[in-house]
């Protein structure tokens, strides 16, 4: 079979993650025999009623049984229990994987429990939307975007390769980092901003000067930004931050620094040194534009919404 193909793949949990691999791994023809795992009967129900998988089932033990890669797409507090359940069940030379977004405390919860000739590869796609569920899922998600993989010392350079062509199979662009290091990297890129995002929003919630419905109707760019990550799955951030608590705390320790420094130029009238940072975070944006990871279209390219209909005017 072709390198990037799978002969079983078997996914464990279906949401937006899980149900892109499966849709991804069978348009570009990456995996014979798709397996969908979910404990959720209605998740289930729908993975069978959208043909995401061959197979779908609520066993994960009898799921990976036979599997030749396994992708747990799971919050990363359930991973090790996972693992757990599925252990004694997995063939020699499976590969496990995962997609999540913490990685050392990752390798920690999955790697005691997977036996003796099982490669673990962890993995961790920076691709996702605010939804969730089988039915968020489009096979495009990775296409273009980061999969950061982070295999423990010792791992076969083998598994870690038939990994990496799997996600570039399914379009993403693979970089490799040690658990660590990953987990540093992301709490500046990705955990802190979601972090600052839930906060800002339930600031302007919790306002007793502003009405819920004036924050609504009156949301600049910035904060419909802001709500938008601040809808993202609420199990899956609680996990995030429980199990990566040292990075994200270390990077919210100098984030607060850099915001009373930023708060005394404003009490001070510095403008030079806000227009010098200014100036900075710009040039950050153009590069993540320039190496194709956004778009530069105006309102980041945002479908506008027509006019408001004339109520007085019949419907046609």
């Known amino acids: 079979m072709p390198e990037t193909e799978i002969d079983t793949l078997a996914i464990v949990g279906l949401g937006l993650i899980g149900s892109s691999i499966a849709r991804g791994a069978r348009q570009y023809g990456l995996a014979r025999t798709i397996v969908a795992i979910d404990r959720d009967p209605g ?19 009898a799921g990976v049984a036979g599997a030749d890669l396994v992708i747990l797409c799971v919050p990363v507090g359930a991973v090790g229990a996972v693992a757990e359940a ?36 962890p993995a961790h796609p920076v691709a996702g939307t605010e939804y969730s569920g089988p039915d968020a899922g489009f096979s495009t998600l990775f296409s273009g975007r980061w999969c950061i993989l982070t295999p ?4 076969d350079a083998a598994a870690s390769a038939r990994v990496q062509a799997f996600w570039e199979g399914l379009g993403a662009i693979v970089e490799t980092m040690t658990p660590e290091h990953h987990d540093l990297v992301l709490a500046i890129t990705s955990h802190v901003p979601h972090l600052i995002a ?17 924050v609504i109707k009156f949301s600049a760019g910035g904060f419909r930004d802001f709500t938008r990550i601040a809808a993202s799955d609420p199990t899956m951030w609680r996990d995030v931050f429980l199990t990566n608590k040292d990075a994200v705390l270390e990077m919210l320790g100098r984030f607060n620094e850099d915001l009373a420094a930023l ?34 279209e105006a309102d980041f390219g945002r479908a506008r919404p027509g006019p408001v209909p004339d109520k007085a005017s019949p419907s046609v």
């Open 43 to 61: 998740v289930l129900a729908r993975v069978r009623a959208l043909g995401l998988a061959d197979t779908a089932t609520d066993d994960v033990a």
């Open 86 to 121: 599925m252990g004694a069940a997995l063939k020699s030379g499976a590969i496990v994987s995962d997609v999540g977004s913490v990685k050392a405390s990752v390798v920690a919860a999955v790697a005691p429990h997977l036996p003796d000739g099982v490669a673990f590869v």
């Open 152 to 155: 423990p010392d010792g791992t």
């Open 198 to 214: 839930f906060n800002i929003v339930g600031t302007a919630a919790d306002l007793e000067a502003v009405t819920q419905s004036e």
């Open 263 to 296: 708060a005394r130029a404003i009490r001070w009238g510095d403008g030079d040194a806000l227009h010098e940072l200014f100036s900075r975070t710009r040039t950050i944006r153009k590069g993540i534009v320039a190496m194709g990871q956004e778009t530069a």
